[in-house]
């Protein structure tokens, strides 16, 4: 697509409850990036994918939190038994990582609110 | 591992030069990268810079890093009510390749 494409915009949950956030990145990009941005907060590097190599998930704060990128593509970020404290904008980046400066394309982002 | 510092919060009169700072603490990155975000947005890449360099002009932007210092500065000339955004200072780690940001500097723009 044109852009990176996130879905839903917007996710009102109850704790406890599982969600799935969702980002098409930009075709051909082989590198898919989530970060999380809470109130008041940067930007929180959560994980990163490259082709096919192992995901980086060094910044996933629980064993709560996974992500799964399919076929090179379409990545999705699933948060089980949701908290509070999940609470943010989880925003979803591509780029093509071939390029040494690695320009990240921002999708708009998941605004998750958990009740 | 890479961590990246700004100030949260600055505010300039409309036509003045906005100053916006950033540390760094890994003094191999390669990129350094300014981004702008709109509300209600996801990031823009504004512009770059290569270590090797001292500084970058782009029009109204200009970015000096001194590596020394593991400082970065971007300057908006005459800015305008349209510059009121966050810009996060981001850097590309070396180690794992992965872009480390910055919390954010929010410009407010008066006119």
């Known amino acids: 697509g044109a852009g990176v494409s996130q879905s839903p915009s917007n996710k009102v949950t109850e704790k406890g409850k599982d969600v799935e956030l969702r980002c098409d990145p930009i075709?051909?990009?082989?590198?898919l990036y989530w970060y999380r941005q809470s109130l008041g907060q940067g930007l929180e590097f959560l994980i990163y994918?490259?082709?096919?190599?192992?995901?980086?998930k060094s910044g996933l704060p629980s064993d709560r939190f996974s992500a799964e990128r399919t076929g090179g593509s379409v990545s999705t970020l699933t948060i089980q038994r949701t908290q509070q404290e999940d609470s943010a904008v989880y925003l979803c980046?591509?780029?093509?990582?071939?390029?040494?400066?690695?320009?990240?394309?921002f999708g708009s982002g998941t605004q998750l609110s958990v009740l | 591992g890479e961590d990246v510092e700004q100030s949260l919060f600055l505010s300039v009169r409309e036509g003045d030069s906005s100053v916006i700072n950033c540390t760094y603490t890994d003094s191999s990155s390669t990129y350094l990268y300014w981004y702008k975000q709109e509300p209600g947005a996801g990031l823009q890449l504004l512009t770059y810079i290569f270590s090797n360099m001292d500084m970058k002009q782009d029009q109204r932007l200009t970015v000096l890093l001194n590596k020394k210092d593991k400082h970065l500065s971007l300057r908006i000339a005459d800015t305008q009510t349209g510059d009121s955004a966050i810009y996060f200072c981001a850097v590309r780690d070396t180690g794992g390749f992965k872009t480390i940001f910055g919390a954010g500097t929010r410009l407010f723009v008066k006119a």
């Open positions: 075709s051909g990009h082989t590198a």
């Open positions: 980046a591509s780029s093509l990582w071939t390029e040494l400066s690695e320009k990240l394309f």
């Open positions: 994918f490259q082709g096919n190599s192992a995901p980086d």
